[in-house]
């Protein structure tokens, strides 16, 4: 353990030009990924957006271990008549975060099967279940300032959901 000390001290610089060349490394292949496949860098709300909530936090439930992960005031949420639309805000959107985490969505509104509200650590969480592109079941878990806002717009959209979802 020793030596291990002796080598960083002696040889800092060359682990600091390296933890630095990963950092640019990743930051820009993340944006050049996004950039190839039209996915925005800074998250924009949609001009025909219902309802719109910058800086919320959510989880995607798509695999076990996204349990330990989620976005904490660090996506923007909308809802236009076609789509719920769940990205990333700038610096979340770099270093495949959105993408690891499933958290740069948009499900159109045909496709959400049920919403329901609980409490997680006295916040108001919004389970979004809906229908994945291969028609599997995914689940999304938004915490919103203004939940009773979302849930009116989404309810004036698809009214089948008001009368099947548990508040």
């Keep these: 353990m020793n ?35 039209d996915k925005p860098i800074v998250a924009r709300t949609p001009v025909d957006a219902v309802f719109s909530e910058r800086f919320s936090s959510g989880r995607s439930l798509r695999h076990w271990w996204m349990l330990i992960g989620s976005a904490n005031g660090c996506l923007c949420i909308s809802l236009t008549r076609h789509e719920l639309k769940v990205a990333p805000e700038f610096p979340f959107s770099l270093f495949f975060l959105p993408e690891i985490f499933d958290l740069d969505v948009a499900v159109p ?15 108001p969480v919004l389970r979004i279940e809906y229908e994945g592109d291969l028609g599997e079941r995914q689940v999304l878990e938004l915490i919103l300032r203004k939940p009773e806002a979302f849930e009116q717009a989404l309810y004036g959209l698809l009214p089948r959901l008001s009368a099947t979802t548990s508040s």
């Design 3 to 37: 030596e291990v000390v002796i080598f960083l001290r002696q040889h800092f610089h060359v682990a600091a030009l390296m933890i630095f060349a990963w950092l640019v490394f990743g930051g820009l292949a993340s944006l050049l990924f996004r950039l190839t496949r």
């Design 109 to 123: 509104l045909g496709n959400v099967r049920a919403v329901a509200r609980r409490t997680f650590f006295f916040k």
